[in-house]
């Protein structure tokens, strides 16, 4: 079997190029002037790709890869990718970085959720809580690697790049999963921007003594106008920058703060209040909604999109356990049963005036890192909803971004709040819970070919995650109504 195309054809392709069929795993390109996307019927083996025949495409037998491979005197290149980035106007190939992707998941992660974390988990003691927290973290990266395996899988079906969870909630659970998938979505992302703004426009009203208007159109502009405007490589720079000064100001901050710890504080334990603060922990885990954009930057290459993941999460566990000690070492554990709330951030401000400037150029590093992830999900998800093609009409997206949430923020952001636990306990787990483990099995399972996975442990793993974010989610409904 052997299929050829022109180079010259390559001038109308648009950023991602493929061939459609099943991901081969190994790819060999002889003398490449140019790279170009594969994903090849299920008995490819090997892509050749020789550009003195007119750039023609050619099937090799499992002998034939291995006489290919052992010979040392040609140049060739080895990748696991599904696709190849192209650059529009040069046509050079504009691999999607690992690092930056890593950065890219961690700071969308760490945002103001980790703020709070001390304030739901004071009444269950340090170690019942990191245990919790581990546990969340581990729910959580096996959700986002769900969700990465259903868009690899979908987009190697549509032979397109940049597919959003609209479109793999189509594609494995119909309308109905469609559905439920825009409203949480959308609901979720315009609920914690309205709280980024809210919260970051308070904290610079603060320090630069202008009207809340302006601090809250200044930072929707300065990040919004650098998630438009700017180049992957630009934002993941940008990004990995945020994170650097993150860790250096909570470092600053724990060090500060850590003067006043109590070590037996810390081996306090409430098991029983552990699962309230669950909701709350696995909003300050959120970053699925930048996966698509992951897979998408780094081709599909699921080996990179894992480590990325794994990766980019575990800098926030490691943050959030840290921060947890410090802050829960300082305060007593409440007694059972006790009304008294004491805000920990309130209490740090009062013992320690060094403490309440770090406390607020930290929460505004988190928030801004969180933004950039969550309007760069968000944009992408509202395109593929509007159904608009690469180029086509790349402003409404990023308005309809922007825009609502700096109006809401505006108007009264405490009304917001009440919404916001709403959104973490039942919009979280919901669609970065029972979503990803419902489109998995559908995927998996209702199709006749293999597909490629990330998570194992087949139907248990699955129905596990799947069973876990219900409990949760009724558990907290009784909760809410006084019947638990």
Request: glycine share 8%; with cysteine.
């Amino acid at each position: 079997m052997l299929s050829s195309f022109s180079v010259s054809s390559l001038a109308h392709i648009r950023k991602s190029s493929f061939l459609h069929g099943n991901p081969t795993r190994i790819t060999k390109v002889k003398n490449p002037s140019f790279s170009v996307g594969i994903s090849g019927a299920a008995n490819f083996n090997h892509l050749f790709i020789d550009y003195s025949l007119g750039a023609s495409v050619k099937c090799f037998s499992q002998e034939e890869k291995q006489q290919l491979l052992q010979q040392d005197d040609e140049e060739v290149y080895i990748f696991q990718r599904l696709f190849s980035n192209l650059n529009q106007a040069t046509l050079k190939w504009e691999p999607g970085s690992l690092s930056s992707s890593i950065f890219l998941v961690a700071g969308t992660t760490i945002g103001a959720g980790i703020l709070a974390i001390p304030a739901v988990t004071q009444e269950s003691g340090f170690l019942a809580s990191a245990v919790t927290c581990i546990l969340c973290w581990i729910f959580m990266v096996t959700t986002g690697l769900l969700i990465a395996e259903v868009n690899v899988n979908t987009m190697r079906e549509l032979g397109s790049g940049g597919v959003s969870l609209v479109s793999m909630a189509m594609r494995t659970l119909g309308n109905a999963g469609v559905q439920v998938t825009c409203w949480s979505y959308i609901f979720i992302h315009y609920a914690l921007l309205v709280a980024y703004v809210a919260r970051s426009s308070e904290i610079l009203t603060n320090f630069l003594g202008i009207p809340i208007w302006e601090t809250a159109t200044l930072f929707s502009i300065l990040f919004g106008g650098l998630c438009y405007f700017g180049s992957q490589g630009i934002i993941g720079a940008v990004n990995g920058a945020l994170v650097i000064c993150i860790i250096a100001s909570f470092a600053a901050l724990v060090v500060v703060a850590s003067g006043g710890l109590h070590w037996d504080f810390l081996l306090k334990a409430n098991l029983e209040a552990a699962p309230r603060s669950i909701p709350i922990i696995a909003l300050s885990f959120v970053y699925q909604n930048v996966v698509p954009v992951l897979c998408t930057n780094l081709e599909g290459d699921l080996s990179k999109v894992r480590t990325a993941i794994v990766g980019g999460t575990a800098i926030p566990l490691g943050l959030f356990l840290i921060w947890n000690a410090v802050i829960l070492g300082i305060i007593p554990t409440p007694e059972m049963g006790s009304d008294t709330f004491v805000d920990p951030l309130q209490l740090l401000r009062s013992t320690n005036e060094v403490v309440g400037p770090i406390v607020d150029v930290f929460s505004v590093l988190a928030i801004a890192t969180s933004y950039i992830g969550f309007v760069l999900g968000l944009s992408d998800f509202l395109a593929d909803l509007l159904k608009l093609e690469n180029g086509e009409n790349r402003a409404l997206p990023y308005v309809l971004t922007l825009v609502p949430p700096l109006i809401l923020s505006l108007l009264d952001p405490e009304i917001f709040f009440k919404a916001l636990d709403f959104a973490g306990t039942y919009g979280v787990l919901v669609l970065f819970g029972i979503l990803p483990a419902a489109m998995s099995w559908s995927d998996r399972y209702s199709g006749s070919s293999e597909t490629p996975t990330l998570v194992p442990g087949g139907k248990v793993t699955l129905s596990l995650v799947m069973a876990g974010s219900a409990l949760v989610i009724l558990t907290q409904i009784l909760d809410n109504f006084g019947l638990h």
